[in-house]
């Protein structure tokens, strides 16, 4: 018996929380005892991290968990389990007791509704499932309003094994797949938008170690959004390890990148760029794929030949969990798994846009681009990652709060987009200026004003006022960017 904390049973028996396996099931054997363990001890990790008391009984085909009913929320985002029922566990002696301590047990729960009663039966006994279902259906009647086996208001479950039997009227699904731990590492590209947490999330649920690679375009702000989004996986949905994030600070290879090389080819050299980062860190920690949260044609790097071309830069195998996914479907499991308040807030990264990406870009063409800025920046890149323990991130300090919906009155509106697009268009009475102006020459801007950033979406800006912040300045950056001021 695996325990943590014995709880004491009494003449009427006790509380349990039953545990349905799921897949796990189908293995062999010597399969299933090894994944039954692994989920055992990811079950030990949620519940002490949670800090409840407990203990763990296993048996062939269910695990029993003595533990208060509410940490139910916590068991069932804990990857292998498929079902999970609050039940009272009794022991008894013979069928007669059995039945009298079920009718105890049901009485209430049934009390002037339609019920049906469903039992189950393992171990030697001189009864059988329908003997207990329709005795203890005769029992109950005059409790409840009648029986129907279709379409119950209430079932009253029984399980038997042995000498114990198990009651209950509720079966809550958990999310299934496998035992985190059970099938290897991989590396997760993570960007913190919707579409790499919920990818991240898919690979955890088949049973890998999960660890993450963030290329940083930005600085401080955007990482500390991303952050965010990281928690909520660290926090609710990897039990049983520790997972790692890599933040790679990649504002210089973007840099090179826009200087040296074709506008058009940006998007599919950077994927490249970062595909490269993942396989090394990949080897570093021995994953054996890198994961993405692409879906095929969503965006123009993510074109079926783009994508092709992207692959070419490394050997590792790239899982791709969404590649068939609409973002509709991303989305609703973003809200699902929690991860969609929070990427939400993470907005695409305005200096990585280019007006007209190639979206048919050719292999050779590409490579010859690459020759332009070389790998030695990437390995300088990965030498300064700064490693962060996923399940311990604290975030006190909330990068939204920069973030306004309207601009105050008297204040100075800075344009960040380039000085082609601040040209073509811009708000009356706003000044431009670089995004990299910001954080080299920030004493060239006055203390006593009120300054509101601008730029595509968001990200740059959230930047520039969130660095601005720390040094004293009063500066807010306009959520949603230009492309939501021009909708109004």
Known sequence: MDSVCYIKQDIMGRDVII?????????????????????ISNMKDALKSEGYQFEIRREWGRIYVYAPRDS???????????????????????????????????????SKKVFAVEARRSGVHEFTSIDVEKKLGEYLLKYGKGVDLE????????????KRAYFFTDIIYAYGGLPIGSEGKVVSLFSGGFDSAVASWYLLRRGAKVHYVFCNL??????????AVLKVLGDKWSYGYNPKLYVIPFSQILKKLREKTKRSYLNVLLKRYMYRAGEIIAQKVGAEAIVTGESLGQVSS?????????????????????IGFDKDDIVKVAREIGTYEYSSLVKEYCGAFTVRP?????????????????????????????????????????????????????????????????????????????FDEVFEKPVRLDKNKTYVFL??????????????????????????GIKKLRRK
């Open 19 to 39: 545990v349905r396996l799921g897949e796990i099931t189908v293995k062999g054997k010597s399969a299933r005892n090894k994944f039954e363990k692994i989920l």
């Open 72 to 110: 139910i929320d916590v068991l069932k985002r804990v990857f292998g389990i498929k079902s999970l029922s609050p039940a009272h566990e009794v022991e008894f002696n013979g069928l007669e007791d059995l039945l009298k301590k079920a009718e105890e047990f049901f009485a209430d729960k049934i």
């Open 151 to 162: 379409n119950p208001e209430v079932t009253a479950y029984v399980e038997v094994r042995e």
């Open 218 to 227: 930005g600085g401080e702000a955007y990482k500390r959004a991303v952050l």
């Open 302 to 322: 993510q074109t079926l030949r783009n994508l092709y071309v992207s692959s070419l830069a490394i050997k590792m195998q790239i899982f791709r969990p969404l």
């Open 358 to 434: 190639a979206t048919h870009t050719n292999p050779k063409e590409i490579e010859e681009e690459e020759k332009k800025v070389g790998v030695d920046i990437l390995y300088e890149a990965i030498s300064n990652a700064e490693i962060i323990d996923v399940r311990k991130i604290s975030l006190d300090e909330d990068v939204s709060t920069v973030d306004i919906e309207t601009i105050p009155p008297g204040s100075l509106v800075v344009d960040l987009r380039p000085k082609e697009k601040y040209m073509k268009w811009h708000l009356k009475g706003s000044i431009h200026m670089d």
């Open 455 to 480: 730029c595509d979406e968001g990200a740059l800006s959230r930047e520039a006022a969130f660095f601005l912040r720390r040094l004293g300045y009063k500066a807010y950056s306009l959520k949603g």
